[in-house]
C-alpha cells in the first residue's frame, strides 16, 4: 500500500503561483500512473495531471494546458505540481493519487486509482 501527503495548498490572489507536493512511501512504490485531482464541493474529482510511473509520458487536462506542470524527483519519491497563472476557477482541494491500471495515467478516472492523500486546498481570489 502506498501512502501519500500532500503538500503546498494556500491562500493566492488570481495570476499567482502555488507548487505541491505528493511525497509517497510505502512497501512499493511501483505504479502505472500517479495523477494529481481536485475537487470542489458537491463535484465528482477531477483529473488535472498526471505522469505514466514507468516514464516521463504526462496528460494535462484542457483548462490547464499551459499553465501546469507536473514533474517528478525519483530520488525523493516526490511529484510535484507547479501551478502559474491561477484562476478563481483553480479553487479545490487538490489530490494526489496512484493507480495500477495500464494506461490510466491518460484521461484518468478516479475509480481506476487506490491510494489517495488527504488532500490540500488552493484557493485562489479574484
Known amino acids: 500500500q502506498v501512502q501519500l501527503v500532500e503538500s503546498g495548498g494556500g491562500l493566492v490572489h488570481s495570476g499567482e503561483s502555488l507548487r505541491l507536493t505528493c511525497v509517497a512511501s510505502?512497501?512499493?512504490?511501483?505504479?502505472?500512473?500517479i495523477c494529481w485531482f481536485r475537487q470542489t464541493p458537491g463535484k465528482k474529482r477531477e483529473g488535472v495531471s498526471c505522469?505514466?510511473?514507468?516514464?516521463?509520458?504526462?496528460w494535462y487536462v484542457d483548462s490547464v494546458k499551459g499553465r501546469f506542470t507536473i514533474s517528478r524527483d525519483n530520488a525523493k519519491n516526490t511529484v510535484y505540481l507547479q501551478m502559474n497563472s491561477l484562476k478563481p476557477e483553480d479553487t479545490a482541494v487538490y489530490y494526489c493519487?496512484?493507480?495500477?491500471?495500464?494506461?490510466?495515467?491518460?484521461?484518468?478516472?478516479?475509480?481506476?486509482?487506490?491510494?489517495w492523500g488527504q488532500g490540500t486546498q488552493v484557493t485562489v481570489s479574484s
Open positions: 493519487a496512484t493507480s495500477n491500471t495500464e494506461y490510466s495515467y491518460q484521461y484518468p478516472s478516479a475509480a481506476d486509482f487506490g491510494s
Open positions: 505522469m505514466s510511473g514507468s516514464d516521463d509520458r504526462s
Open positions: 510505502g512497501f512499493t512504490l511501483d505504479y502505472d500512473a
